[in-house]
């Protein structure tokens, strides 16, 4: 007899209902709701994710194919198309948002309980990348997401860990608002390291996160405005490794007679690209090689960008309000640390679109979810009585 639900209702033993429900009270979601709970909400648009519905009729009657099956989900039916639309338009987005913070926490701690990120970080600093993606939109659809003449949009602004290359912040902003306004508001950890691209120049940000002691990676813009202060010597096997120069500098709108805002240049010559690179950090101490290793590490928060919008609905939206949208975007952060969680415990050695296209297949068959994860193409397991005929019909 099998005796486990089905894989999409053990994925949502993950969020407590109690806890849930704690976060449903603080947001005041329910307020003058009529039956519809911000919970049958929450998997209907978790559905809609893992199994890439792209409109509210798939999602309405993906759901209503399962019926038997929704018991287990803590629904009683399928919500109508009219109900879960005018529940994304207007229960607000920010509880979703602050699900998606709860949910990177709790993965965040079972998997270093299980071991999985390891005892110490080879840099010696925790690393997270910072950039911004844009979503295009229709101007004519999405009449309130201003950006260009004929082109709407908004911006996803991702803090990325790279222990598990985990979504640890985000934020959705209009597509036209800059990148710098958002990285300001970032508070990380005493120690930490932050690499981004030349979109955040600031040299204001710079001399802040020197402040709170947190190490940045990032690239020097070509018409910057600066001083050289001291050229520091460089071992041989550095300047094999293709290191140019080692500078110690100050920008000159910063610099004043009793100045401690300097900052250091590496200038590095890549033979792959043929291409020289100057970058700019405030770590002192890492051999001028490893700061241009540390900046290679950036392009996993682009690998990130690209595994959302190529495996979740991100890029065409179920709802066209504000609301509908944010909503539809937190729940495909939801989903991918779900999978990025799964990816990581399993011993099978999944990649990330290959997990995601086997799970949508899979919603709603009666299997172990963790057997399943490491086996996914074993059988379940027989009944004793179905074992015991084969065996007679052997014998």
Known sequence: MNRVSSIFSQLLQWFPRGEFEALVRKHGAERRSKGFSCWGQFVAMLFCQL???????EIQEGLQASEGRLRH?????????????????????????????????????????????????????????????????????????????TKGAVKLHLLLDHEGHLPAYAV?????????????????????MLVFDRGYTDYDWFATLNR?????????????????????????????????????????????????????????????????????TNHLELAPSQVAAVY?????????????????????????????????????????????????RSRMGWSLSRLVALLRQQLFVYRDLWRWIDHPFEGPPQPVAARVEQLTICW
């Open 172 to 192: 959705i902003t209009p597509g036209k608002q800059h990148e710098i306004r958002v990285a300001r508001r970032l508070k990380l950890p005493p120690g930490s």
């Open 212 to 280: 709170q002691k947190v190490f940045f990676v990032t690239r020097l813009k070509e018409q910057a405005d600066f001083v050289v202060v001291e050229r520091r010597a460089m071992a041989e096997s550095e300047k094999q490794a293709g290191v140019r120069r080692d500078e110690i500098i100050v920008f000159r709108q910063q610099a004043t007679a009793d100045n401690d805002r300097f900052f250091r240049r590496v200038v590095y010559w890549d033979a792959e690209q043929e291409r020289e690179f100057a970058f700019l």
């Open 51 to 57: 199994g890439q519905a792209k409109s509210l009729r």
């Open 296 to 344: 290679k590490q950036r392009w996993q928060v682009e690998l990130f960008f690209k595994a959302l919008k190529q495996n979740l609905r991100v890029k065409t939206f179920v709802g066209t309000s504000a609301n509908a949208l944010k909503i539809q975007i937190w729940t495909a952060l939801i989903s991918i640390l779900l999978i990025k969680f799964l990816q990581l």
């Open 73 to 149: 989900l803590g629904l009683s039916d399928a919500p109508p198309r009219s109900t879960l639309a005018y529940a994304n338009q207007h229960r607000t987005h920010r509880l979703f948002e602050e699900l998606f913070q709860v949910a990177f926490r709790r993965c965040q701690s079972q998997l270093q309980a299980a071991g999985v990120f390891g005892k110490a970080a080879a840099l010696g600093h925790k690393l997270f990348s910072l950039d911004a993606t844009v979503i295009d939109l229709c101007a004519a659809v999405f009449d309130w997401a201003k950006f260009r003449t």
